[in-house]
């Protein structure tokens, strides 16, 4: 079993195996490709998304995680500001790079976002995934079981099966490794949280509550989804919905 100490060392920057940029490979896609065919539905602009004028400190000490939602439905224009703030996309530079509305590790960018829908205002409840680049979804399954399926690969949490939607954060490892090699395996935990903790405040803001969602059997999930669990693979995930009185 490998230590802390040892993992540590191994992914030092001068204890690694080169990296795939600095061999000269090129750059890996941005994002998954869209297949032919699939639904795709148009977001509002999340910058249209009106907002009150909020204090930031007041935003940061009322944020708590929430497990118990109402049976309200949240509209498209929340949903789509929800993931412009944990994975919009401000710009594609001539690299090419994405610079995104959250930090992470050499502008790597390595996850893709899906989506569980049970409550959303103009959407059927089902699976979906965030084409970020494209400001789009994309229709995965509508599929009725798929709910129970993912609540029970999340060790049955309620609050994945009665929240308003669901996010799941997709490791796209060679995103990361192409320039960090095994050290981006360190850099993807620490992108994760930086994702999730906008999607917290964002929520927040706008009378919704969230919970991050780390405790799941890796093996259901991924097989859920459809991927392998080492070249990409389910690293976290969060549940959203309104808030009570």
Same mark, same amino acid.
């Given at each position: ?72 439905? /949240? ?16 710009? /594609? ?44 979804? #994309? ?6 079981? /798929? ?72 093996? #259901? ?25």
């Amino acid at each position: 079993m490998t230590t802390g100490n040892e993992y540590m060392r191994a992914s030092r920057p001068g204890v690694q195996p080169p990296s795939a940029q600095s061999l000269g490979v090129p750059y890996p896609p941005l994002e998954l490709p869209i297949p032919e065919g699939v639904r795709m539905i148009a977001l509002p602009k999340p910058k249209d998304f009106p907002l009150h004028n909020l204090d930031f400190k007041e935003l940061i000490e009322k944020r708590r995680t929430l497990r118990k939602y109402t049976e309200e439905a /949240i509209s498209l224009q929340e949903l789509a500001f929800f993931l412009w703030a944990c994975q919009g996309v401000e710009r /594609i530079t001539d690299k090419p790079v994405t610079f995104r509305t959250v930090p992470s590790a050499g502008s790597r960018h390595a996850f893709e976002t899906y989506i569980l829908v049970n409550r959303v205002d103009g959407l059927q409840p089902g699976l979906y995934r965030y084409a970020a680049i494209e400001h789009t979804l #994309l229709e995965v399954t509508l599929d009725k079981e /798929i709910n129970p399926i993912l609540t029970q690969a999340c060790l049955n949490q309620n609050q994945i099966a009665t929240s308003a939607v669901t996010f799941f954060w997709m490791a796209v490892v060679e995103r990361m490794t192409w320039r960090y090699s095994e050290r981006g395996y360190r850099y993807l935990f620490l992108d994760a949280g930086h994702v999730c903790q906008n999607l917290y405040l964002a929520a927040e803001a706008t009378g919704c509550g969230v919970c991050a969602i780390g405790a799941f059997d890796d093996d #259901l999930l991924n097989a859920a989804f459809h991927v392998d669990g080492e070249t990409q693979f389910v690293l976290y995930g969060a549940t959203l919905g309104r808030r009570g009185e």
